[in-house]
Antibody, heavy 122, light 112 residues
Framework: QVRLVESGGGVVQPGRSLRLSCAAS????????MHWVRQAPGKGLEWVAVISYDAVHKNYADSVKGRFTVSRDDSKNTLYMEMNSLRADDTATYYCARDTFDGVRNYGMDVWGQGTTVTVSS | EVVMTQSPLSLPVTLGQPASISCRSSQSLVYGDGNTYLNWFQQRPGQSPRRLIYKVSNRDSGVPDRFSGSGSGTDFTLKISRVEAEDVAVYYCMQGTHWPPYTFGQGTKLEI
């Protein structure tokens, strides 16, 4: 079955970096755009980034633009998020999610991973 | 950026009774191809989000038929015909028409 497993979360000091990974299985990873979505403790969902199936197009939320970089390695069926200059307000559970495409439009997430927690604190 | 506004933010319900959640967008979610990319997600306590409904009214595989979505333009509704205990969760609407960014509603907490 379709499965997404995030890893790489942890406690990090403000200003430092962290790399998240998301291992995909059960579907043709290279055919799908992929998202990162985060959820601060007790808060709602915030879209963070999307990468196209071919890695040509990448889009970011304004809150992370210039600090976070999304990438993928289709040979490893893995999605990544490089997070630099981390701030306290980046503290959240980070989910990877598969995109949906109807032949005309990419329009958001269907399958989600279980999430990995990032805590930015001194 | 399209702002998604849900109401109510908290919804006390009685088992076996219906429930309804409203979601409004700050601009029309109709795309140029005529589709409306409005999705609903359920997040049970301690779990990841799960998509229930896509493109306004299409139920995902495995979603009970007591869940239904409706609406058009800027006004959308998620309805549960008869609430069950397993439906306790936070429900989010999300638009996939005008991105980036994809935007979510604030979430509605369904409580028994």
């Amino acid at each position: 079955q379709v499965r997404l497993v995030e890893s790489g979360g942890g406690v990090v000091q403000p200003g430092r970096s962290l790399r998240l990974s998301c291992a995909a299985s059960g579907f043709t990873f290279s055919s799908y755009a992929m998202h990162w979505v985060r959820q601060a403790p007790g808060k709602g969902l915030e879209w963070v980034a999307v990468i196209s199936y071919d890695a040509v197009h990448k889009n970011y939320a304004d809150s992370v633009k210039g600090r976070f970089t999304v990438s993928r390695d289709d040979s490893k069926n893995t999605l990544y998020m490089e997070m630099n200059s981390l701030r306290a307000d980046d503290t959240a559970t980070y989910y990877c999610a598969r995109d949906t495409f109807d032949g005309v439009r990419n329009y958001g997430m269907d399958v989600w991973g279980q999430g990995t927690t990032v805590t930015v604190s001194s | 950026e399209v702002v998604m506004t849900q109401s109510p933010l908290s919804l006390p319900v009685t088992l076996g009774q219906p429930a309804s959640i409203s979601c409004r967008s700050s601009q029309s979610l109709v795309y140029g191809d005529g589709n409306t990319y409005l999705n609903w997600f359920q997040q049970r306590p301690g779990q990841s989000p799960r998509r229930l409904i896509y493109k306004v009214s299409n139920r995902d595989s495995g979603v009970p038929d007591r869940f239904s979505g409706s609406g058009s333009g800027t006004d959308f509704t998620l309805k549960i015909s008869r609430v069950e205990a397993e439906d306790v969760a936070v429900y989010y609407c999300m638009q996939g028409t005008h991105w980036p960014p994809y935007t979510f509603g604030q979430g509605t907490k369904l409580e028994i």
